[in-house]
């Protein structure tokens, strides 16, 4: 087999670049589209020319399926995803993982019983930039990684009072991405955060947090910052390792790899430029999960598993507790209070 036979579950919104992944992934075929509304899923039925299917349950009954990508509402992402893991098929998953710190454990535990190739859509992990500094990472060590990214005022669909609204959808991808390039679990969480700050809608305008990563004496220190007021500052992504440092700022990334220079000394730092095309990276992420899928000895990362996608809700609504408490969080406690 040389295609991976694929449906996409959901049609609309961010769901458009998912099947736009799927239909020009080279090792995917595009089999069948499903969504509850008729008129959303045969406008992808005719551009695509694939039969349009109601029900999950249907589109597991009468269709050759070898995966699925799932994009509905988060609170649905569990109800879509169950069916297909307990039918033995693979699966790309939109972020947030689920609804629920208890949802998501059951989808992690069932899929990787089943030994299935189940990953969540955090693709900016494929993005040139990103990949050049996790391999600079896995050299250096770090110690401390800190994300900033802000952003201008958000549209009113994503103004609520919900724990992935406001600001927290914009930094679902940081959340993912401090960890993942830390190369460690993270443990602990404490955010200072402030709602309607531009808005009368209840929403997380900004939030400021420290993630502890990993274990032992020298754990690693995590830095979110992000706001909706803050679209003129520019992005910054710092990292301090054991042995040696790296700094992106937008595509370029400086580095250096060895020791700490002693007192009065200086690095030697190299400038590298990664100017990737300006595009949607869902393309990368699903070309490499479909050929994990068909070559099981092929390493699932950089794509960042249900695991990873299950740490990453847990780190995201510890944020919000801690900020609304004013206590850090212990994420294993906070993962056994959640039943």
């Not at 307990?86 to 790309?92: D, P, Q, R």
């Not at 404490?190 to 009368?200: H, I, L, Q, S, Y």
């Not at 993630?211 to 032992?216: A, F, L, N, P, T």
């Amino acid at each position: 087999m040389d295609k991976l036979k694929v449906a996409m579950i959901g049609a609309g919104g961010r769901g458009q670049s998912h099947i736009k992944s799927i239909a020009g992934a080279p090792n995917i075929e595009f089999v069948a589209i499903c969504d509850l509304i008729e008129e959303a899923g045969m406008k992808v039925s005719e551009e695509f020319g694939v039969p349009w299917v109601p029900t999950i349950d249907q589109l597991l009954a009468d269709y050759e399926v070898d995966g699925c990508g799932i994009c509905v509402p988060t609170a649905y992402h569990y109800d879509a995803a169950m069916p297909v893991i307990e039918a033995g098929k693979h699966l790309v998953t939109e972020k947030p993982m689920a609804g629920s710190i208890a949802q998501a454990r059951e989808m992690m535990e069932k899929a990787e019983a089943q030994n299935l190739r189940a990953v969540i859509s955090y693709q900016l992990r494929f993005g040139p930039v990103f990949r050049k500094m996790k391999e600079i990472c896995d050299q250096i060590e770090p110690l401390q990684v800190l994300f900033a990214r802000q952003r201008a005022m958000m549209n009113e669909k994503y103004l609520s009072p919900e724990p992935f609204d406001g600001i927290m959808d914009f930094i679902s991808h940081d959340i993912d991405m401090v960890p993942f390039l830390a190369g460690r679990e993270p443990k602990a969480v404490f955010a200072t955060m402030g709602r309607e700050v531009w808005d009368n809608l209840g929403s997380i305008s900004y939030i400021g947090a420290q993630i502890e990563i990993g274990e032992g004496p020298h754990k690693t220190v995590g830095v979110i910052s992000s706001s909706m007021g803050g679209a003129e500052v520019p992005q910054r992504l710092d990292v301090v390792g054991r042995n040696g440092v790296a700094v992106a700022t937008g595509s370029d990334i400086k580095f250096a790899i060895g020791p700490n220079p002693p007192m009065g000394a200086t690095r030697d730092v190299w400038t590298a430029t990664y100017a990737g095309a300006a595009r949607d990276f869902t393309a990368d992420l699903y070309q490499h999960w479909a050929a994990c899928c068909l070559d099981p000895a092929l390493d699932l990362a950089p794509a960042a598993s249900y695991r990873d996608g299950y740490n990453a809700l847990l780190v995201s609504l510890a944020m919000v507790q801690s900020g609304e408490s004013g206590e850090v969080i212990d994420l294993a406690e906070f993962a056994a209070a959640a039943g």
